[in-house]
Structure formats: structure tokens, C-alpha cells
């Protein structure tokens, strides 16, 4: 008998709260019940619980739930002593698991939540092909050997159409990225929890992860000083701060080789580590308020960690004196006056040295701030100026100044009021790369010239 017409046989009857468990296996596909009363919390609290839930027997006064989690949940919240059940038999194992995606076909389901059962799906959609396998061998047919792709297909189109995620392409891009996912992959991660919260589509989110090697092979860089690029979700999670990848992947590849130690200590969303990870380099990153695992918990004023020490090049991304540091949280940098920043710059400056081998280089990013906080009478403040003097001042020397412009940093809306005002907006970014004197100090050292 299915779990449906088990329930249209079986008579409505109160259950004791009390008696009533939880189905692990629906636990695990759709999370806490409680976290999801929303909406229906107010209709059990006005009206009572409508519609029965469905419960097998789990001993003698006890019944396992196998629909009507969240139902039972609200009851909970309003401190009720019954529900309405319906008592059904239906086998553990695989009947069960069964029942419980059946009855929750109709359901609103996040990306995650669908995903999951498609994960039980194929388990179950194996172990009928083995059974089918094992019933032909026991006729003496012989095994059914369909080629696996055809196979793979139609499991593919099936678990898609059960889940409700419509044809079986849509559902090979959503698995990869479940996949990927799953083996602690923090920007699939990152992809399914946009999926989930709306902000992505699946094939947004697969398409990002096809990016990934755009910088490993057929990487062809611009042989300029000026990187004007663009912004690419591929690499870093989100972050207010973020910046373009190829910026970085062109610092890889003028002042790095493949093995380098990079470290940024201002990661923000983890871009250097994401385009490090794509080149083959190291990379240690640190934050003040880090927003994933691999970025360290630090702040970079009380100086580098001791695993930072004869790294190869220091990239620096800071949230430049008060521009932008409304989009971050507090006690960055950012938040501070101009004289401490000052002194940021100028301590980020000697620590830098101290911690990069001889010969390797330091990249600090760093704006014109032209549109908020300046100082009485002052048109802009040129951090990147700022920068250099701190840099010089510590020992370094100059390798070269980069043009990299900002891409996406206004909103339609401001420019439209800047083109009605008359203003210039700014946009001009310089990548500063200096390089601590070696002993033998020899500029061939570079490896841009020798790649
Ligand atoms: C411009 S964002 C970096 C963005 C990054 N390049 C990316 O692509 O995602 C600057 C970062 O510096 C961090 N920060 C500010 N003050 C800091 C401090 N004293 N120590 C470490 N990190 C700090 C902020 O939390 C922010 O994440």
C-alpha cells in the first residue's frame, strides 16, 4: 500500500504530543522543524492544527512522525497536549524514506533542502537498479547492462523531475555545484547559500564555478600598466570590499612563481586566496572580521604571523582612510582619523619589510578619496602618495605604479547626480609594487623577467 492510500484508509484520531518523535531521516533533509513555523504558527495558534499528521508506531505508546514536522512544532511553540494523527503502517528502510519526499512533493523548498533529497533519491534509485540487477540474474537473463551514460541520464531526468527542479541539465549543474559543495569547497558553499537565499540562480552559480581556471591555463595577461578589469563572483565570496581577480592574478604573475607564499592580511572576501589557489601559490590571509574559515582571525596592526616570515610578495588591499568604511564592520582601519591612518600606513609599512624575504615585493591598492571626509579646503587625498612615502620610508624601493581603475564603485544614481552637479567622480586606483632590496640586489631577480 503507498503512504497516500495508507492515509485515506486510516481513521483521524488525538495523539498525545508527548508520544509523538521526530523522523531522522526528514530531520536531516529539510533541518529543525521549529526554524520554520513561519506562517503557519499564527494559523495553528487561530485555528488549530487542520490538516492530520501522519505517524507510524515506534513501540508501544510512541509514534515516529512521517508528515506533519513543522505542524508538530507549532503545537509545541503554543504548548498544546494533542495533535490530530492518522496512524499508518509503513516499513522502515526504504518505504519510509519514500513516504516522507512523497509527502513533502508539494512543499517550498530551498535549494539545500532539494538537493538533499536528491542525494536520498539516488541512493534509492541505486539500490532498485541493483535489485532489478540481482531479479535478472536469479531468472538467468543475464545482468541488465545499459551503457552507463544512458543510465546516468535517466536517473538524472528522474531524481530532477522528483525534486521539482525541471529537466535533468539543470539538475547536472546544480549537482556539480552540491558536489563541489560538499567536499568543502567554501565558494561553492558560498554559491549554494545565494542559491538558497535567492540572490543566484543555478546556473549563475555554475557558471562561476566553470570561471575557476580562467586564470591557470590560456591565462594571457595585459602587457600594460594599466588594469582596468572587472569584477568576477568566480573568485571571492561576497564582500563589500572585493576587488576584480585579475588584479591579483596579474600581480601573481609579474612579482611571483608558481609555489610563492602570498600574503594578504586585509582579505576581506578572499579574493588573493581564490586566484592564489587558481595560479598554484600559497597564501596565507588574514582579517580583521574574517567571512570564511581559511581567512585568519587578525589584526594586522599588531603585525604579521610568525608563518608569514620570508613570504614572496605582500598584497594589500586596505580599506583606504574613511572611504567606503561605512559598508564594513566596525574598528577597521577605515573608521580611523587621517593621522592614524597615517600611522597605519607607515607601521603596515616597516612590518612588511621585516616579514618579506629580501627581494620580495609588497602590492598596496590604494585610491584617490575625492568624495567624502576630506580635510577643510582639500579637493582629494592621495593615498597612494601616502603609501609610497610610508613604503620609501621603510626601505623599500620602487618596482612600478599600476593604473587600476574602480570598476562599479557608483551606483546609477550617483552618477546621474554627479553628471546634474557637474562633478568629476573618482576612480583613479594605483597598484604599488615595491620591492625590499635583496643583498645582491639585481633587478634580472624578477620574475617577471624570467617568465
Ligand atoms: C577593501 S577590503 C579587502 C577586500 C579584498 N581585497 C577582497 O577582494 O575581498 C579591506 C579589508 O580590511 C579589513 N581590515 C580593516 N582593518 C583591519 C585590520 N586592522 N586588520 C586586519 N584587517 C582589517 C576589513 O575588515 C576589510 O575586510
Not at 206 to 229: E, I, N, Q
Not at 384 to 401: D, K, M, Q, W
Request: aromatic fraction near 6%; hydrophobic fraction near 40%.
Amino acid at each position: 500500500m503507498t503512504a497516500a492510500l495508507a492515509t485515506l484508509t486510516s481513521p483521524v484520531r488525538p495523539l498525545p504530543i508527548r508520544a509523538l518523535r521526530p523522523n531522522r531521516f526528514s530531520v536531516s533533509l529539510y533541518g529543525d522543524p521549529a526554524a520554520e513555523t513561519d506562517g503557519l504558527l499564527e494559523s495553528v495558534r487561530n485555528r488549530g492544527v487542520l490538516v492530520p499528521l501522519v505517524v507510524v508506531r515506534d513501540g508501544d505508546d510512541a509514534y515516529e512522525i512521517v508528515s506533519g514536522h513543522r505542524r508538530m512544532a507549532c503545537a509545541l511553540i503554543l504548548g498544546m497536549d494533542e495533535v490530530p494523527g492518522q496512524v499508518v503502517k509503513i516499513a522502515p528502510g526504504e518505504d519510509r524514506r519514500r513516504a516522507v519526499l512523497d509527502y513533502n512533493r508539494q512543499r517550498r523548498k530551498t535549494f539545500s533542502q532539494m538537493m538533499r533529497e536528491a542525494d536520498a533519491l539516488e541512493e534509492i534509485v541505486k539500490g532498485e537498479a541493483r535489485r532489478r540487477q540481482w531479479a535478472n540474474l536469479a531468472q538467468n537473463a543475464g545482468p541488465e547492462r545499459p551503457n552507463s551514460d544512458a543510465r546516468r541520464g535517466r536517473t538524472d531526468t528522474a531524481v530532477a523531475e522528483a525534486i521539482g527542479l525541471g529537466g535533468k541539465d539543470a539538475y547536472r549543474q546544480a549537482r556539480a555545484i552540491w558536489k563541489a559543495a560538499r567536499t568543502g569547497d567554501i565558494r561553492a558553499q558560498s554559491g549554494v547559500d545565494a542559491i538558497d537565499a535567492g540572490t543566484k540562480t543555478i546556473h549563475a552559480a555554475y557558471k562561476d564555478l566553470r570561471r575557476r581556471d580562467r586564470f591557470s591555463a590560456g591565462f594571457r595577461p595585459t602587457p600594460y600598466d594599466v588594469w582596468a578589469f572587472r569584477h568576477d563572483r568566480a573568485f571571492g565570496v561576497p564582500h563589500p570590499g572585493s576587488i576584480p581577480p585579475a588584479i591579483v592574478a596579474h600581480a601573481l604573475h609579474y612579482f611571483t612563481r608558481a609555489g610563492d607564499l602570498v600574503v594578504d592580511p586585509m582579505a576581506g572576501g578572499g579574493t588573493t586566496l581564490d586566484v592564489c589557489a587558481s595560479m598554484g601559490r600559497r597564501c596565507l590571509a588574514y582579517d580583521l572580521h574574517p567571512v570564511r574559515p581559511d581567512i585568519v582571525d587578525r589584526d594586522v596592526k599588531i603585525g604579521f604571523t610568525p608563518d608569514s616570515n620570508g613570504c614572496d610578495l605582500i598584497f594589500v588591499d586596505p580599506p583606504y582612510h574613511t572611504m567606503l568604511a561605512r559598508r564594513y564592520p566596525g574598528a577597521g582601519i577605515g573608521e580611523q582619523p587621517l593621522a592614524d591612518w597615517i600611522a597605519f600606513l607607515n607601521r603596515l609599512a616597516v612590518d612588511s619589510f621585516a616579514t618579506l624575504k629580501p627581494g620580495g615585493y609588497i602590492a598596496v591598492l590604494l585610491a584617490n578619496q575625492t568624495e567624502r571626509d576630506l580635510p577643510a579646503g582639500n579637493g582629494y587625498i592621495d593615498h597612494a602618495f601616502l603609501g609610497y612615502s610610508a613604503l620609501i620610508a621603510a626601505g623599500f624601493v620602487p618596482e612600478r605604479r599600476i593604473s587600476c581603475p574602480m570598476d562599479g564603485a557608483y551606483l546609477p544614481q550617483h552618477v546621474k547626480r554627479a553628471r546634474t552637479e557637474g562633478r568629476m567622480l573618482g576612480q583613479v586606483r594605483d597598484l604599488l609594487v615595491m620591492r625590499k632590496p635583496s643583498h645582491h640586489d639585481d633587478s634580472s631577480d624578477s620574475p617577471a623577467a624570467s617568465s
